[in-house]
């Protein structure tokens, strides 16, 4: 089975450009989540959707950074304008959310280099 | 306070050593509680869950302690395929999960 899938898996752009990364889901999963990880603060939730909803986006740093979910199958993460703050490795996970915790599968990530 | 706190390490032993990472949350209302292992330039992937009880899987043995609100994780009989980033997460609530930023360790022959 196809696990959840990111592209591009590298992106290196100049300051003030936009950057769209892609994420499809695990097919089924109901649940999806952006995470960014650096080294100096670790892996964070950026936002998460459940049912394609918009549930938490408290972790979205400012105005540049955007998140949609069109349908079940696909998300994007657009910064706008990028900033060399914005370099991490932007992870997606997906899960299937019941009543309890489920496991959330990551995807391999997108290394992001704002020069 | 951060709200996940771990050594990061490195943790450098010998194969078959015995090593032990710790691990304190500072949410008192946190539900559940997940070790994670990141291999170098890779994804996060669930290692185990964590239990009151206490709860092994083969040379791995987790612990909770939800008076000290400390998680800790043991491996024995290390080999060097561990060589990893073990990253302590806890579930406060719904779906969203907290990491600590992890430990680093590395298994030397």
């Known amino acids: 089975d196809a696990g959840v899938i990111q592209s591009p898996r590298h992106e290196v752009t100049e300051m003030g450009q936009e950057v769209t990364l892609r994420c499809k889901p695990i097919s089924g999963h109901n649940s999806l989540f952006w995470y960014r990880q650096t080294m100096m603060r670790g892996l964070e939730l950026l936002i998460y959707?459940?049912?394609?909803?918009?549930?938490?986006d408290s972790g979205m740093p400012e105005d540049r950074f955007s998140a949609k979910m069109p349908n079940a199958s696909f998300s994007t993460l657009k910064i706008q304008p990028s900033e060399p703050r914005d370099s991490a490795v932007y992870f997606c996970?997906?899960?299937?959310?019941?009543?309890?915790?489920?496991?959330?599968?990551f995807g391999p990530g997108t290394r992001l280099t704002v020069l | 306070r951060k709200e996940v706190e771990q050594d990061p390490g490195p943790f450098n032993v010998p194969e078959g050593a015995t090593v032990a990472f710790n691990c304190t949350y500072s949410n008192s209302a946190s539900q559940s509680f997940f070790w994670y292992r990141q291999d170098c330039r890779k994804e996060p992937k669930l290692l185990m869950s964590v239990y009151s009880s206490g709860n092994e899987d083969g040379r791995f043995t987790a612990q909770l302690n939800r008076a000290s609100q400390y998680i800790s994780l043991l491996i024995r009989d290390s080999k060097l395929s561990d060589s990893a980033t073990y990253l302590c997460v806890v579930n406060s609530g719904y779906s969203t999960l907290t990491f600590g930023k992890g430990t680093m360790l590395l298994v030397s022959p």
């Open positions: 959707f459940n049912n394609n909803v918009p549930i938490d």
């Open positions: 996970a997906s899960s299937y959310r019941t009543s309890g915790y489920n496991e959330q599968f």
